[in-house]
C-alpha cells in the first residue's frame, strides 16, 4: 500500500507564490500515477493536476494552466505542485492521490490513496 501525506499550505497575498508537497511510503510509489485535487467548503473535489509513473505525461485543470506545474522525484518519494499567481479562488484544501491505473485523470475514483490535505488560503 502506498500512504502519503501533505505539507506546504499557507496564507498567501494573491499574485503569491508556494510549493506544496507529497511524500509517500511504500515501495512500489514509483509505479502509481499522481494526482493532485482540491476541495472547498460546500463544493466538489476538484481534479487540479496529474502526472503519469514516468512523468513523460502531464495534465492540468483549465483553471491553473500556465500557473501550476506538478512534478515528482521517485527516488525521494516525493510529488510537488508549484503553484504561482496564485488567485482567491484557488483557496482550497489540497489533496495528493495516487493510482495504480488511470482512465481517467480527473475522475477521482479512479485514485486508490489519498493524503490528509493541506490548506491553502489565498488572500485578495
Known amino acids: 500500500q502506498v500512504q502519503l501525506v501533505e505539507s506546504g499550505g499557507a496564507l498567501v497575498q494573491a499574485g503569491g507564490s508556494l510549493r506544496l508537497s507529497c511524500a509517500a511510503s511504500g515501495r512500489t510509489f514509483s509505479s502509481y500515477h499522481m494526482g493532485w485535487f482540491r476541495q472547498a467548503p460546500g463544493k466538489e473535489r476538484d481534479f487540479v493536476a496529474g502526472?503519469?509513473?514516468?512523468?513523460?505525461?502531464?495534465f492540468y485543470a483549465d483553471s491553473v494552466k500556465g500557473r501550476f506545474a506538478i512534478s515528482r522525484d521517485n527516488a525521494k518519494n516525493m510529488v510537488y505542485l508549484q503553484m504561482n499567481d496564485l488567485k482567491p479562488e484557488d483557496t482550497a484544501s489540497y489533496y495528493c492521490?495516487?493510482?495504480?491505473?488511470?482512465?481517467?485523470?480527473?475522475?477521482?475514483?479512479?485514485?486508490?490513496?489519498w493524503g490528509q490535505g493541506t490548506q491553502v488560503t489565498v488572500s485578495s
Open positions: 492521490a495516487a493510482a495504480r491505473t488511470v482512465r481517467r485523470w480527473s475522475n477521482d475514483n479512479d485514485y486508490n490513496y
Open positions: 502526472i503519469s509513473w514516468n512523468t513523460i505525461s502531464t
